[in-house]
T-cell receptor, first 117, second 109 residues
Framework: GAVVSQHPSWVICKSGTSVKIECRSL??????MFWYRQFPKQSLMLMAT?????????EQGVEKDKFLINHASLTLSTLTVTSAHPEDSSFYIC?????????????FGPGTRLLVL | DQQVKQNSPSLSVQEGRISILNCDYT??????FLWYKKYPAEGPTFLIS?????DKNEDGRFTVFLNKSAKHLSLHIVPSQPGDSAVYFC????????FGAGTRLTVKP
């Protein structure tokens, strides 16, 4: 149980285009979803936190208009990288928490590799 | 199905003692394993890793052990300090990366 999927698993796009990444909780309702970006040295940077039906809370330094997050339902959150540029190339990972789990428990998706040419 | 599992959601240890965090995986194709440490409202920070060709990697107070036959890895912290209190995630990678659900470690003074 407690599986999170991401789609697509990898994407290559041209500079200036927009890319949408989906994050789904497959067998549970996610009260909160998180979006991370992985930088070199492998630490994950928290980009934003989203709760179903409300606006996402962005971390300092993350552009809201560039990284659009929509948490449409308790099982789906999307991250849209608008007007992507080569510096946006990275590994994006989502995670979800479920009501009733212990504090700190998060279920991670498998990640999406984005390459912007 | 979860390919990486951390079966203990929480662990409490006395300061100065050893903390042992465990992680099991199912996919024998994983070739690289990592541990992350996470404080509230922050992203997981890389802590230590190990390649599948090794069975032990040590960095200061942190040691990761890998048992490939059992598909099990563990993180040992010794001596444990109150500042080590955080959520620890293990991860395994091949072409992609799979995370466990985390273990909350509390180190009591």
């Amino acid at each position: 149980g407690a599986v999170v999927s991401q789609h697509p698993s990898w994407v290559i796009c041209k500079s200036g285009t927009s890319v949408k990444i989906e994050c789904r909780s497959l067998d549970f309702q996610a009260t909160t979803m998180f979006w991370y970006r992985q930088f070199p040295k492998q630490s994950l940077m928290l980009m934003a936190t989203s709760n179903e039906g409300s606006k996402a809370t962005y971390e300092q330094g993350v552009e809201k208009d560039k990284f659009l997050i929509n948490h449409a339902s308790l099982t789906l959150s999307t991250l849209t990288v608008t007007s992507a540029h080569p510096e946006d190339s990275s590994f994006y990972i989502c995670s979800a928490t479920s009501r009733g789990d212990g504090e700190g428990t998060q279920y991670f998706g498998p990640g999406t590799r984005l390459l912007v040419l | 199905d979860q390919q990486v599992k951390q079966n203990s959601p929480s662990l409490s240890v006395q300061e100065g003692r050893i903390s042992i965090l465990n992680c099991d995986y199912t996919n024998s194709m994983f070739d690289y394993f990592l541990w992350y440490k996470k404080y509230p409202a922050e992203g997981p920070t890389f802590l230590i890793s190990i390649s599948s060709i090794k069975d032990k990697n040590e960095d200061g107070r942190f040691t990761v052990f890998l048992n490939k036959s059992a598909k099990h890895l563990s993180l040992h912290i010794v001596p444990s300090q109150p500042g080590d209190s955080a959520v620890y995630f293990c991860a395994a990678s091949n072409n992609d990366m799979r995370f466990g659900a985390g273990t909350r470690l509390t180190v009591k003074p």
